[in-house]
């Protein structure tokens, strides 16, 4: 049936087939399939990070070789040596513990192993080939064809490996052994649970490759990286970063308006780095209302000839406190954020394809959302992509380690991983602040001057890495005096209780700042003047009629036995705080449910509890 149909396709048709081959996509034909099918077969196919795309690359997602290891014996029995014959698959890019993945193992399990085949032609074995894993949690030894190709650990960010001495053409072969520790607190790990059943504020666990893996096809020196500094007035800088560089190179900025160049400028690198700077005149800026977007062409030449070639896109916009006020393109916004753990019960941190992304943020905006605080993990980039095109703020976040004594070895974890995860996010407009620690976690005795430095330290530390936007050191409560917003979290069960506790609320620096169950400062540190933002607040609790809960179901302040009891205390705090101006924004908890925890304004399938338009007459109260 397959042959039949790829039969009747044009010629042009034809080339696309060949195009999907590139990719690691099977012929129609040749598998005795048709193109629908094939694609079907492979989840997630788009190219993993939109902001640094090669027309040449191969996705590795879909089925691979899988089995758990728990005698610790595969690289004393030499796995990784040569094609196993193991009896179960797992599907990429799915972590074993979801339905997805195929294998929906839930209960604890330290270490699996991958392995699959992939086939290489003989023009990519004239490049370099790089092996790009999209995040492993939490440690990946990879071996290509039975040698070791490297070693990551970190569960939150990306790696790549160049793989290219490695290769063969023809067949090849992939093998990673993947380390999870389930109960290592050290090692951050947001809302992962580290007991066998999910409890309260956490949620199962995430092990193995749980975000895209895919080869690129590169120049023998090539485009590593770029770190982009845009404006809204025009002025762009690109810090482009150059991998194997050898002999003379110049690279090539060009910035595109729907195609047609517009501003385009070549620098003489020097070492691993180039600096290109160039100008637009009168640029579309990056809004909310209008989330203009440029293309970018990056070119690395060596002696005048073109070796290596990237495709990004970017945004001018300008983010800034000033006055007491949250400033987007020098005009004042209220933060309207809801909470949002990047979570589906199908596929947990995984999003389960780029639709379910695209989804999540058009429910948020259904609301009368402008943002989400994507809460206690590094969300896939291609939200953050699409976030982009559709005009919608992000805070970016760590996940953070807890409980845990605050030692050097969980530090050390903790740092590495966030400088990573900033590299990573820094160029999309639409993220515009940085939340390194959440609620103390891994800082839990705030009473210790090391501790209280430690959060300054980051602060500063993210600082140092990205000037142009606001950071919260400690979100929530226990804040030192190094940060740019004073957030806040309260789950008030109504509005006269929050009207009561924060009507007399000052910018004054010094002000006294009411407590929730956690003082507000830590010890010995003075509020120091910045804006106020409830960055947690609502939490309400209600269950749709045939919805099926967990029995250890909660929410904050209870459960609403109504719909219409739930709205009437989700508009009484609505009420409150537009009666509120000390706070230049909010973020309410949460937009879905997730698992035993039930205070979202959709259930876990997403499905609204309440009208979107009426929670968003809610949001256009607060201006």
């Given at each position: 049936m397959g042959c039949s149909i790829a039969r009747r396709l044009s010629a042009r048709r034809l080339n696309a087939l060949h195009s999907f081959a590139l990719r690691g996509i099977s012929l129609a034909c040749l598998a005795g399939l048709c193109l629908v099918t094939a694609l079907a077969q492979i989840p997630r196919p788009e190219f993993p990070q939109p902001q640094w795309e090669r027309s040449e690359w191969m996705t590795l997602n879909g089925a691979w070789q899988f089995r758990f290891d728990t005698e610790d014996e595969g690289i004393r029995a030499?796995?990784?040596?040569?094609?196993?014959?193991?009896?179960?698959?797992?599907?990429?890019?799915?972590?074993?513990?979801?339905?997805?993945?195929?294998?929906?193992?839930?209960?604890?399990?330290?270490?699996?192993?991958?392995?699959?085949?992939?086939?290489?032609?003989?023009?990519?074995?004239?490049?370099?080939?790089?092996?790009?894993?999209?995040?492993?949690?939490?440690?990946?030894?990879?071996?290509?064809?039975?040698?070791?190709?490297?070693?990551?650990?970190?569960?939150?960010?990306?790696?790549?490996?160049?793989?290219?001495?490695?290769?063969?053409?023809?067949?090849?072969?992939?093998?990673?052994?993947?380390?999870?520790?389930?109960?290592?607190?050290?090692?951050?790990?947001?809302?992962?649970?580290?007991?066998?059943?999910?409890?309260?504020?956490?949620?199962?666990?995430?092990?193995?490759?749980?975000?895209?893996?895919?080869?690129?096809?590169?120049?023998?020196?090539?485009?590593?990286?770029?770190?982009?500094?845009?404006?809204?007035?025009?002025?762009?800088?690109?810090?482009?970063?150059?991998g194997e560089p050898a002999g003379e190179l110049e690279a090539e900025a060009v910035?595109?308006?729907?195609?047609?160049?517009?501003?385009?400028?070549?620098?003489?690198?020097?070492?691993?780095?180039?600096?290109v700077s160039l100008a637009v005149e009168n640029p579309r800026v990056w809004s909310l209302t209008s989330p203009n977007l440029y293309d970018v062409e990056f070119t690395l030449f060596r002696d005048g000839q073109p070796i290596d070639k990237v495709k990004s896109y970017a945004g001018f916009r300008t983010v800034e406190i000033r006055n007491?006020?949250?400033?987007?393109?020098?005009?004042?916004?209220?933060?309207?954020?809801?909470?949002?753990?990047?979570y589906w019960p199908e596929s947990t941190v995984t999003p389960p394809s780029d639709q379910a992304m695209i989804r999540d943020i058009e429910l948020s905006q259904q609301m009368g959302f402008n943002g989400a605080r994507k809460h206690q993990k590094v969300e896939d980039p291609r939200y953050l992509y699409w976030a982009d095109k559709m005009g919608f703020l992000v805070s970016g976040e760590m996940a953070n380690t807890f409980p845990i004594r605050y030692d050097e070895r969980s530090i050390r974890l903790f740092t590495r991983e966030w400088m990573e995860a900033v590299e990573r996010d820094i160029n999309h407009p639409s993220l515009v602040m940085w939340v390194p620690l959440n609620e103390s976690?891994?800082?839990?005795?705030?009473?210790?001057?090391?501790?209280?430095?430690?959060?300054?330290?980051?602060?500063?530390?993210?600082?140092?890495?990205?000037?142009?936007?606001?950071?919260?050191?400690?979100?929530?409560?226990?804040?030192?005096?190094?940060?740019?917003?004073?957030?806040?979290?309260?789950?008030?069960?109504?509005?006269?209780?929050?009207?009561?506790?924060?009507?007399?609320?000052?910018?004054?620096?010094?002000t006294v700042i009411p407590s929730n169950g956690r003082p507000a400062l830590a010890p010995q540190v003075v509020y120091n003047g910045t804006p106020y933002f409830l960055s947690e607040f609502g939490g309400i609790a209600t269950i749709l009629e045939g919805q099926q809960t967990a029995d250890n179901a909660w929410g904050y302040a209870g459960v609403e036995k109504t719909q219409e009891s739930a709205m009437a205390r989700l508009r009484s705090l609505y009420e409150a705080l537009s009666d509120l101006p000390q706070f230049i924004g909010i973020c309410y908890t949460q937009i879905t449910d997730v698992e035993q925890e039930?205070?979202?304004?959709?259930?876990?399938?997403?499905?609204?509890?309440?009208?979107?338009?009426?929670?968003?007459?809610?949001?256009?109260?607060?201006?």
């Open positions: 030499g796995w990784f040596r040569e094609a196993q014959n193991w009896p179960q698959s797992i599907t990429v890019p799915f972590a074993w513990e979801t339905k997805l993945s195929g294998v929906g193992v839930t209960e604890f399990r330290e270490r699996a192993w991958y392995q699959r085949r992939f086939e290489i032609s003989s023009a990519w074995l004239q490049k370099r080939v790089l092996l790009r894993f999209g995040a492993v949690d939490y440690r990946a030894h990879v071996w290509v064809n039975g040698t070791l190709a490297g070693f990551h650990e970190g569960g939150q960010v990306p790696f790549s490996l160049d793989v290219t001495k490695l290769l063969r053409q023809g067949a090849n072969l992939v093998t990673v052994r993947v380390e999870d520790p389930p109960q290592d607190r050290a090692i951050p790990r947001g809302k992962q649970y580290w007991e066998p059943q999910s409890r309260g504020i956490f949620y199962t666990r995430t092990s193995g490759i749980w975000q895209p893996v895919w080869l690129e096809s590169v120049g023998q020196s090539y485009l590593d990286s770029a770190r982009f500094d845009f404006n809204h007035e025009g002025r762009a800088s690109f810090d482009i970063r150059i910035v595109l308006w729907e195609g047609k160049p517009v501003a385009r400028s070549r620098a003489t690198a020097v070492g691993e780095k180039a600096i007491g006020e949250f400033l987007l393109n020098n005009r004042r916004v209220y933060l309207k954020f809801v909470l949002d753990q990047g976690w891994g800082v839990p005795d705030v009473s210790d001057a090391r501790q209280r430095d430690y959060i300054r330290s980051l602060y500063y530390l993210t600082k140092s890495l990205d000037g142009t936007r606001p950071v919260i050191g400690n979100d929530g409560w226990e804040q030192v005096d190094t940060t740019d917003l004073m957030s806040l979290h309260d789950y008030a069960r109504d509005g006269e209780l929050l009207t009561r506790k924060y009507r007399s609320l000052s910018n004054v620096p010094g039930i205070n979202g304004l959709y259930t876990a399938d997403r499905k609204p509890k309440f009208p979107p338009e009426e929670v968003k007459k809610l949001n256009d109260m607060l201006r």
